[in-house]
């Protein structure tokens, strides 16, 4: 019995001691704060990617997403240090009011610019380079001598000949298949090798030679 009363002793002890330490914990974390936000540019509502944003003196921070978009953990007291490629340095300090343990906000940025002074290259060549370039270079045809070119009878001849039908044939074919099309619209269509007319053209084409090559 007093082995009992002296163990609920003890544990009675042990809870109070850890809820006076749970009680204290919280005073300890009231300086953090949950710093979010977006980094945009300081001349547009333009939002700036990749910014590395870290606590001065130390290797802890984030990085913003594409949409300029950060969060993380900090304190009150940290000195947030913004950076990127194109932009000046930004220092951002939170205000002294902060009651809260959520802190958002926008940060601007301010465009990093250097001028440079211009710088304008000439060529000049030579006199004998002018003359070998004047030589050697072919000066463009206007386009009327390259319509008479385009038109001469000797290329047109050689197009001609080299081509199976010329355009008198190729337009009567082009006619009869719309022809044919019109004629049989609404119905089916006869099969040209059951058809006896069509195989004795044929044949008699045969026999006369219009299909030899020429």
Not at 70 to 92: Q, R
Not at 122 to 136: K, L
Request: glycine fraction near 4%.
């Amino acid at each position: 019995m007093k082995i009992t009363n002296t163990f609920l002793v003890i544990a009675f002890f042990i809870g109070i001691s850890y809820q006076v330490k749970s009680q204290t914990r919280p005073l300890h974390d009231t300086d953090l704060v949950q710093f979010t936000g977006f980094v945009v540019s300081y001349d547009s509502t333009k939002t700036i990617p990749f910014v590395t944003i870290r606590i001065a003196g130390s290797s802890r921070g984030t990085y913003s997403d594409m949409q300029g978009y950060f969060s993380f953990v900090a304190k009150k007291s940290d000195m947030i240090v913004l950076s990127c490629i194109g932009y000046e340095p930004k220092i951002f300090n939170f205000p002294n009011d902060i009651v809260s343990s959520r802190f958002k906000t926008v940060v601007t940025m301010v465009e990093d610019t250097f001028f440079l002074p211009d710088f304008v290259k000439n060529a000049t060549p030579t006199p004998d380079e002018i003359d070998y370039m004047f030589s050697r270079s072919k000066l463009p045809l206007d386009q009327y001598a390259i319509a008479q070119q385009n038109l001469r009878r000797k290329p047109l001849a050689e197009m001609s000949e080299a081509l199976s039908y010329d355009g008198y044939e190729n337009a009567r074919y082009a006619f009869n298949q719309y022809a044919n099309k019109a004629y049989y619209n609404g119905q089916t269509q006869p099969i040209p090798v059951l058809d006896v007319f069509a195989w004795s053209k044929f044949l008699k084409s045969l026999q006369n030679g219009e299909f030899k090559r020429k």
